[in-house]
């Protein structure tokens, strides 16, 4: 099964899940598309263009036999709790990259 997270930047914005032809997907909370949109305009990406060629993708892959819909909510509860309102002022305040402390606290 693979396990995609979509970021613009370094913050995260949605969990999908494949296996096989079947997809499962949800969004992160409002906050993190408000942090998204914040850090965007703060870097200068407000053209639809430039703010498209910031999303990015990473996928791993993940070995569970759990409902898929349980496992991406799992996942977008993680990443909830990873990431305080501090965190994310701090990616804005950054345009989106995160800082290297941010950055390792992430990869945990």
Not at 4 to 15: A, E, G
Not at 74 to 92: M, P, T
């Amino acid at each position: 099964m693979k396990q995609i997270t979509i970021y613009w930047r370094d913050i995260p914005s949605q969990i999908i899940l494949k296996k096989g032809r079947n997809k499962t997907k949800e969004l992160l909370s409002p906050r993190f598309q408000k942090a998204i949109d914040r850090a965007a305009m703060r870097a200068g990406k407000g053209g639809s263009q430039a703010y498209i060629e910031e999303w990015r993708r990473e996928t791993i892959e993940i070995d569970s036999t759990a409902d898929p819909c349980v496992v991406v909510t799992e996942e977008v509860l993680a990443i909830e709790s990873r990431y305080s309102d501090s965190d994310l002022e701090a990616l804005i305040r950054n345009r989106g990259v995160a800082p290297s402390a941010l950055s390792a606290k992430r990869n945990t």
